[in-house]
């Protein structure tokens, strides 16, 4: 069996990504020879223009594959000889697998984020979910929830154009009745079980609540995508609410942990990932 494998990693000001430390520390391990390079567009001068060139570089030079983040996602897509279900239907790429020289995609975001609502919050089949960002991240978790069995996803977005977007895409997926745009989250919340968070608020860069706190209720279960700080002013104010709640680390190291099974084929230990990635 393999004992060693090259991955990298293709975005834009991607030096500070914490991906290397936790895909390398696992493969340490597990007693892996796992290599996890950062390939940024922004410290080689390149630009989503030359990604049919460094994917054909990765290939040639022998890489076992490749996690792929802003903005390539979905730039990636059709120069992928195949590409899964999962990311097919949302229009964007997390992670490559290279085998002999051909190439099939995968979004580990939204098993990710699925993973972290098992994990945390248990089974959503037949709730209505509210959900504030309709962006990347957004097409992702609202995805993952109706993929849960989630019945409905009200996308809220300050781009209205946006969130009408994303919930056409997921009614043409989902059926008819899956997803609605709204402006108004406390309508959204009103009738809602959960709450997902999929903007940048409450992040280090742009600190504070991304919704009013009253609105939230202790029978309200709340899934952030934000991981820095990992208890975020929403989640403080769900915890003292009483809300059940879902760190955005979930999705942070379940994106790792399907990508490193995908590129090995080898199961990874999501609780020693988990562990690690708190360390750092
Ligand atoms: O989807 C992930 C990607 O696999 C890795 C990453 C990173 O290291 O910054 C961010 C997300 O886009």
């Known amino acids: 069996p393999r004992t060693g494998w090259l991955i990298g990693l293709i975005g834009e000001g991607?030096?500070?990504?914490?991906?290397?430390?936790?895909?390398?520390?696992?493969?340490?391990?597990?007693?892996?020879?796992?290599?996890?390079?950062?390939?940024?567009?922004?410290?080689?001068?390149?630009?989503?223009?030359?990604?049919?060139?460094?994917?054909?570089?990765?290939?040639?030079?022998?890489?076992?594959?490749?996690?792929?983040?802003?903005?390539?996602?979905?730039?990636?897509l059709p120069l992928l000889d195949e590409v899964d279900d999962d990311a097919l239907a949302i229009g964007a790429v997390?992670?490559?697998?290279?085998?002999?020289?051909?190439?099939?995609?995968?979004?580990?975001?939204?098993?990710?984020?699925?993973?972290?609502?098992?994990?945390?919050?248990?089974?959503?089949?037949?709730?209505?979910v509210a959900q504030l960002g309709a962006g990347g991240a957004g097409a992702a978790t609202a995805a993952a929830v109706l993929s849960m069995g989630a019945t409905h996803v009200a996308v809220v977005d300050t781009d209205v154009g946006r969130a009408e977007r994303l919930a056409a895409t997921l009614c043409a997926r989902f059926g008819a009745d899956a997803a609605t745009a709204s402006t108004d989250i406390a309508a959204a919340l009103a009738d809602a079980q959960g709450l997902v968070h999929a903007t940048p608020t409450?992040?280090?860069?742009?600190?504070?609540?991304?919704?009013?706190?009253?609105?939230?209720?202790?029978?309200?279960?709340?899934?952030?995508?934000?991981?820095?700080?990992?208890?975020?002013?929403?989640?403080?104010?769900?915890r003292v609410t009483g809300c059940r709640t879902s760190h955005g680390g979930n999705m942070a190291v379940f994106q790792a942990v399907g990508a490193f099974e995908i590129f090995t084929g080898r199961k990874a230990d999501g609780d020693r990932m988990m562990r690690h990635f708190a360390a750092l």
Not at 51 to 61: F, N
Not at 101 to 119: A, C, H, K
Not at 210 to 223: C, E, K, T
Request: charged share 20%; proline share 5%; glycine share 12%.
């Open 14 to 76: 991607i030096g500070g990504s914490l991906s290397p430390a936790m895909h390398m520390a696992e493969g340490d391990a597990q007693g892996c020879r796992y290599i996890y390079r950062i390939i940024d567009l922004v410290a080689l001068g390149r630009s989503v223009d030359d990604l049919p060139a460094l994917l054909d570089g990765a290939i040639m030079l022998g890489f076992d594959g490749l996690n792929i983040t802003h903005p390539c996602k979905q730039a990636i």
């Open 94 to 128: 997390n992670t490559v697998r290279i085998v002999d020289g051909r190439t099939r995609g995968y979004n580990t975001d939204v098993s990710g984020f699925r993973v972290g609502i098992e994990r945390d919050i248990g089974a959503i089949r037949g709730h209505r």
């Open 202 to 238: 409450g992040m280090a860069a742009h600190p504070g609540l991304p919704l009013d706190a009253g609105l939230l209720r202790p029978d309200l279960w709340v899934a952030e995508i934000v991981y820095f700080p990992l208890e975020t002013a929403l989640l403080k104010a769900a």
